[in-house]
């Protein structure tokens, strides 16, 4: 796994896979799937049959109290065809709603590099997915992909084929993107 603060461009990929195959040897053939996951992008997605659901929350003016959550939220796991290199994910659905009021839950939107050798997006958009239930901070999924757990897994044991995609500590806002070893096989 490979993460980095800003897009790369043809170079830096060109570089990742020499390095790459200078560690790993000749004999290794590999794949490479390079994504930006951003929050910040001009879609919604809208799901106007869903009707949310009466839940104590907390209330507009501050107070607790029963009030309807979720509605018009798509649901959790909900992925919109953008074309061959662009889904939408949503990750936030009605159920994960706390809030009275609360708007409609921005999706990651997950975009492949150009010179990604790895191309399935379905594969590759269920992997983020995957890591946006994982959280070392609670036991409920998160908004956005959280590779930590995964990544301990990978040092207590080596033959663990890492799920994909995810974050950087720190948890900053900036894309994310991957270069996933566990696609790696032998000639």
């Known amino acids: 796994m490979f993460h980095a603060p800003k897009p790369l461009t043809g170079t830096e990929i060109d570089t990742l896979a020499k390095v790459a195959v200078k560690t790993l040897g000749e004999g290794i053939q590999f794949e490479s799937a390079f994504l930006t996951i951003e929050r910040d992008h001009p879609f919604k997605v809208v799901a106007p049959k869903e009707r949310g659901r009466e839940m104590f929350v907390e209330r507009l003016d501050g107070s607790s109290g029963k009030a309807t959550v979720g509605e018009c939220a798509p649901r959790r796991g909900l992925v919109v065809d953008l074309g061959r290199s662009k889904r939408l994910l949503c990750v936030n659905g009605p159920l994960l709603m706390k809030r009275e009021g609360e708007s ?79 696609l790696l096989k032998r000639r």
């Open 104 to 182: 409609i839950p921005q999706p990651l939107q997950i975009t492949l590099h150009r010179d990604s050798t790895y191309t399935d997006m379905t594969a590759l958009t269920r992997q983020v997915f995957h890591f946006t239930g994982l959280s070392w901070r609670s036991m409920l999924p998160v908004t956005e992909p959280d590779p930590l757990p995964a990544l301990d897994r990978r040092q207590a044991d080596p033959t663990f084929q890492s799920p994909g995609l995810g974050r950087q500590a720190g948890r900053s806002r900036r894309p994310a993107f991957c270069l996933d070893w566990g």
